[in-house]
């Protein structure tokens, strides 16, 4: 329990540190903002007691205002890697710019037993790449052999761009 209250105290201490910039003397007219909006192919692999593969579609805005940001949310199915069939129907957002944080619904299931998992997210990322750690809330424990801990490594790979500014 103290490990996570001080993992909690370092991410609210990095997210304030983030913060207390110096004003700019840049003006707003003299920046250069720019994004792009593409639909993606979504990729990634989770790691914690029990190995998934995770693919799906996404829409992802990315671009930068000073410095590079990344806005994405998706439809997916993660699968997992073993002899056991258990597939997870996914969908969620997230937000990056450094620090990034998501939130996913996950609807796990062995086609026997199944499980329903908020699974909040907190990690980096940049532009269509996030390294994150997440933990799996279950909402119903029928399944249980999923992972509770993770690590996901999640990009997104373009399939259409559309218009930028």
């Not at 209250?5 to 700019?24: H, N, R």
């Not at 062995?110 to 997440?134: A, H, M, N, Q």
Request: one cysteine or more.
């Amino acid at each position: 329990m103290r490990k996570k209250a001080l993992a909690i105290l370092f991410f609210i201490f990095i997210a304030f540190v983030g913060q207390t910039q110096t004003k700019d003397t840049i003006l707003p007219s003299q920046t250069i903002a720019s994004y792009n909006k593409d639909f993606s192919l979504l990729t990634g692999y989770s790691q914690g007691r029990y190995a998934f593969a995770d693919i799906g579609l996404a829409i992802n805005y990315y671009g930068t205002n000073r410095h590079p940001f990344s806005i994405g949310y998706f439809v997916s199915n993660e699968i997992k890697l073993n002899k056991d069939l258990i597939i997870g129907p996914k969908i969620g957002v997230w937000i990056a710019g450094g620090i990034a944080m998501g939130l996913n619904l996950i609807y796990y299931t062995d086609f026997d037993k199944s499980s329903l998992v908020l699974r909040p997210e907190i990690g980096i990322g940049i532009l269509k790449t996030k390294l994150v750690y997440g933990y799996n809330w279950r909402w119903t424990n029928s399944l249980t052999n999923i992972n509770q801990h993770q690590v996901d490594l999640t990009y997104c790979f373009r399939l259409k761009r559309f218009k930028s500014r």
